[in-house]
């Protein structure tokens, strides 16, 4: 099987979601490390990016091989006002 080179996040923000796990995490301008033979996407949770804003600021990793899907956003900006939207057409359908 051939690898393929990790995805580029250079100044992106990017929202993951874990296998077997209902929730998302947000990670700004991440980027992928080597911790104990596993690699993990590090990098920063932006305000407005968890409840309360309780961990904004804080470093987060997430194991790479337990990414299930990612969507990749130019910003922290870009990422709420999507999920404005969703929020808005969740609530208008039901």
Same mark, same amino acid.
């Given at each position: 099987?051939?690898?393929?080179?990790?995805?580029?996040?250079?100044?992106?923000?990017?929202?993951?979601?874990?296998?077997?796990?209902?929730?998302?995490?947000?990670?700004?301008?991440?980027?992928?490390?080597?911790?104990g033979d596993? =690699?993990?996407? *590090?990098? %920063?949770?932006?305000r407005?990016? +968890?409840?309360?804003?309780?961990? /904004? #600021?804080?470093?987060?990793a997430?194991? =790479?091989?337990? *990414?299930? %899907?990612?969507?990749?956003?130019? +910003?922290?900006?870009?990422?709420? /006002? #999507?999920?404005?939207?969703?929020?808005?057409?969740?609530?208008s359908k039901g």
């Amino acid at each position: 099987m051939k690898k393929t080179p990790f995805p580029d996040f250079t100044d992106k923000f990017v929202s993951v979601s874990i296998v077997s796990d209902d929730h998302t995490y947000a990670i700004d301008r991440p980027r992928f490390e080597l911790q104990g033979d596993r =690699w993990f996407l *590090v990098g %920063t949770v932006p305000r407005g990016c +968890s409840n309360g804003d309780w961990c /904004e #600021g804080a470093t987060s990793a997430v194991a =790479w091989d337990q *990414v299930a %899907t990612y969507l990749v956003f130019d +910003s922290a900006k870009c990422y709420q /006002e #999507g999920l404005k939207n969703f929020k808005k057409y969740k609530k208008s359908k039901g």
